[in-house]
């Protein structure tokens, strides 16, 4: 294998990693946070079904967690075996990071450990949810550190180049650098937003299959609640993305819309086909390119015109940022409706129809996650490490690559089709009703 085909499947391997790992990470930073706010929400209002909630979220987490746990691994094996030339280089800069975010996912999981085997044991349930506390802000700040990891990648500062080395390196200020705001916002936002669209499209597909119990109503109407405030906040960091890129990567941000020429009043483009560099069927939002980038209308946004053609991102990101972009304007709008129409109780949102848009929402979540990554990562290329770094000279020469690829594949396969079987069974083998029922017997009380 020539190193050409090595960069080419070292490429594939990572992204198949990454685009795999993100669903478990996603679920891992989100449902944390939907398990504490369905507890506290339990105790409040004094409601069995929120408490129940917290509690069946909490198993399905736990096998969640194992899997993420064994892809993360992954990750950082393929770090090493598959872009030695980058760690040698940027090794020591990144060493923290990877040290906070692998201290913050074991402060989770004790405190996790510790949540799930003390249910029932405090007379005051407060005590035991002030437990997910330290589970929340463990997984959060997991997602921090690592991204912290990439937006270097994105931004590297804190040292000195010499010699090809990186020498008197600083870590806090390679850590704190300009692409760390943004990206580690828009992740962890994202994630809650996800994890809440995920959970409701569990509830309304439950409603739908005929379990019309109130504890499925309630789960929906909080979780779409959650997923609609941090869908608006996404909306909010997006736009600060787009002021970033046009600062600090604007050969990235011209590459996504298509910016071929540097100008004045420049528009957004959407959709779209690209014969050469002539865009057609788009649609174009007059001065918004402008304003997404600088604020004002009639502000110059650097176009693709300005860049060597070695340095310019591949242009289909403009499509995952589509993808990204629409998914997200739609499930905030769908959220929304059913939020109002719940309150003021329009028969529509209650309908097979729309529910089935609710459930079609968890699956077009996570895909929206994974164009996001998709164009974080390939609208860096052809850097590894922008401006000190290629793709093609941080990969391994190994001859094995493709074997890694099959192997890899396998085992990914294996743990997908064993999550769903093992939450299936979990679950149905643990009916809502029956659950309810065993735990109102346990206390004395009548039955819900």
């Known amino acids: 294998m020539g190193n050409e085909e090595a960069v080419f499947f070292s490429r594939v391997l990572t992204e198949t990693t990454l685009s795999f790992h993100i669903i478990f990470a996603t679920i891992g930073v989100g449902v944390p946070l939907m398990i504490m706010i369905a507890q506290w929400v339990g105790i409040r209002k004094n409601d069995e079904h929120y408490i129940l909630l917290a509690r069946r979220w909490a198993r399905g987490f736990v096998i969640t967690v194992a899997v993420g746990v064994v892809t993360g691994t992954a990750i950082g094996l393929q770090l090493s075996l598959l872009w030695p030339n980058f760690m040698e280089l940027a090794g020591n800069v990144i060493a923290l990071p990877l040290f906070m975010e692998t201290f913050a996912f074991f402060f989770e999981a004790i405190f996790l450990g510790i949540y799930l085997y003390t249910w029932d044991r405090f007379e005051n349930q407060k005590k035991h949810l002030l437990l997910l506390i330290p589970v929340a802000l463990g997984a959060s700040f997991s997602a921090v550190f690592i991204t912290i990891v990439n937006a270097f990648m ?205 459930v079609l929402g968890g699956p077009l979540s996570i895909i929206a996650i994974e164009a996001g990554w998709w164009m974080a990562e390939v609208g860096r290329q052809p850097w590894i490490l922008r401006g000190l770094m290629r793709t093609e000279d941080a990969a391994t020469t190994s001859g094995h690559v493709d074997t890694m690829l099959i192997l890899f594949c396998l085992l990914y396969i294996v743990l997908g089709i064993g999550v769903i079987v093992v939450l299936r069974r979990m679950f149905r083998n643990n009916p809502v009703d029956r659950e309810i029922e065993d735990r109102e017997m346990e206390k004395g009380g009548d039955v819900l």
Do not use: C
């Open 154 to 358: 994105n931004a590297p500062q804190g040292f000195d180049l010499v010699d090809g080395e990186l020498i008197n390196i600083n870590p806090l200020i390679a850590m704190l650098n300009p692409a760390m705001p943004t990206k580690v916002a828009h992740v962890v936002v994202t994630a809650y937003m996800t994890a809440a669209f995920v959970l409701a499209s569990i509830a309304a597909y439950r409603l739908l299959k005929g379990s019309n119990h109130e504890y499925h109503k309630k789960a929906l109407f909080l979780t779409m609640k959650i997923g609609l405030i941090f869908s608006v906040a996404a909306a909010i960091i997006g736009d600060f993305s787009g002021k970033y890129l046009a600062e600090y990567q604007p050969e990235k941000l011209a590459a996504a819309e298509w910016h071929f020429e540097t100008e004045g009043n420049a528009p957004l483009i959407l959709y779209g086909v690209l014969d050469g560099e002539e865009v057609k069927y788009a649609l174009e939002i007059p001065y918004a390119l402008s304003i997404l980038a600088h604020s004002i209308p009639s502000a110059e946004v650097i176009g693709l015109d300005q860049f060597p053609d070695d340095e310019i991102p591949p242009l289909y990101i403009h499509y995952l940022f589509d993808i990204m972009v629409t998914i997200g304007v739609w499930m905030t709008v769908l959220s929304a409706v059913f939020w109002i129409g719940t309150r003021r109780r329009w028969k529509m949102v209650s309908t097979k129809w729309f529910r089935w848009l609710i």
